[in-house]
């Protein structure tokens, strides 16, 4: 066949070979075998044999080509609420779409799902590949009409240039979804060409996606506390519980580099809610040994929030454990409640009511903080430390830090300040009206020991 059939084509063609020979059901199979029913094009089968044709003429020839791999942004979120008929007319729309801005004569296959893979046998420099990105972008972005729901559709793209990138066909392919994939990672609706280097990120990824999922049962993840003190004296008034990843093969891991694949995996759940438990257990050792007076926070994620009988847990968790609620504080970013503002205040009262207090996490850095502090019970406020980077070198930083210690007292809220790492900053913040800091000038997180040597050890 000199060019890919669409559909209508497709269907009629193989109605018609149900009335024929041998030959033509011979015919017919092929066509099955090598097109997508839903789409009209090339499959996976027939892509690759075409991609094996173009990297046996690039070597013979010594030309390049190129992958695109594009993927619908949420599509099985789509499908799931919509139904599966609804899917596949997107499908098949984002198909024919795709075919009218590309031509005939790029291979153009649906991979499976909701997954499109173009070939471009020849180019001749980078420069080439600029306008089918913009070919397929063109299709997207816009509002899509499907049996009279309305969509408004984006997509990913992951590319790769052969034989620079790779020269056999699973190389080709696994690197265009590695740069799919990232791609995605970044924020969808966006373009990624594939980097060396950056299948090694993937799998490192991978690793600890499954490693994470096991942590817990081989007691591998560990909780560190750092001291929030009130200044001057550097009195004790807070622990800050927050926990390291004590890998079999990496060594400690910050939570920076793990807590984002928790969070995407749901595992931010049950490790969230063990830290939770230790926390509660360590606080009651330290009341049995007259270690008291001060509180313990825990980061709580908006998943946790979202978590359907969280605040029983949290009760009973300090029942079993015998813990005080009035030391236990519970964290929270703005983008933890935003979402579900109605929701979050209905919890965060039925936490203060049992005598839980509430920090608002990262004050400032995501959405209209005032807008919503209003609404929310909460006791203290956290000063980001990216304001606190600032003292000392941006005028405006100063200023919006000065601003919110006299919000927070006049709203009868203490306020803490984190990530505190010079004499200066310590300086400010105390003349300002925040006298409780944390931060790696008054104490790093470190573990239970450590902690009890310097501050609960006659």
Partial sequence: MSRDVDLSML???????????????????????????????PNRTLFISRLEEALKSSKSNNNSGAIFAVDLDDFRKLSDTYG??????????????????????????????????????????????????????????????????????TASIGITVFPDDGSEVLDVLRNAATALYKA??????????????????????????????????????????????????????GLEALIRW???????????????????????????????????????TWDKRGFGGFKMAVNISAKQLRQKGFISLVRDTIEIHGSEPSRLELEITESSFVKSMTSAVYMLGQFRAMGISISIDDFGTGYSSLSYLKNLPCDRIKIDKSFVRGIGENETTEAIIEAVVVLARRMRMEIIAEGVETVLQSEFLVRTGCSILQGYLHGKPVPVADIEKRFLVP
């Fill in 11 to 41: 269907k009629g063609i193989c109605d018609d070979y149900a009335q024929q020979g041998i030959d033509s059901l011979r015919e017919r199979f092929h066509l099955l075998a090598h097109y997508d029913l839903v789409t009209g094009l």
């Fill in 246 to 284: 004590d890998h079999p093969r990496y060594g400690l891991i910050p939570p920076d580099d793990f807590i984002p694949i928790a969070e995407d995996t749901g595992l931010i759940i049950p490790i969230g809610n063990w830290v939770i438990e230790r926390v509660c257990a360590q606080m009651a």
């Fill in 184 to 237: 995605k990672e970044l924020g969808k609706n966006q373009y990624q060409f594939y980097e060396t280097g950056i299948n090694e990120k993937l799998l490192r990824r991978y690793e600890l996606e499954n490693g994470l999922r096991h942590a817990l049962e081989r007691d591998e993840i560990r909780i560190y506390y750092q001291p929030q003190v009130s200044i001057p004296g550097e009195r004790l008034v």
């Fill in 84 to 153: 599966y008929l609804v899917g596949d007319e997107l499908l098949r729309i984002t198909g024919e779409k795709l075919r009218e801005v590309l031509g005939y004569d790029i291979t153009l296959a649906r991979m499976g799902g909701d997954e499109f893979f173009v070939l471009v046998r020849r180019i001749t420099d980078m420069g080439d590949i600029s306008p089918f990105i913009k070919q397929i972008l063109s299709v997207f972005n816009t509002i899509w009409h499907v049996f009279k729901h309305e969509f408004y559709v």
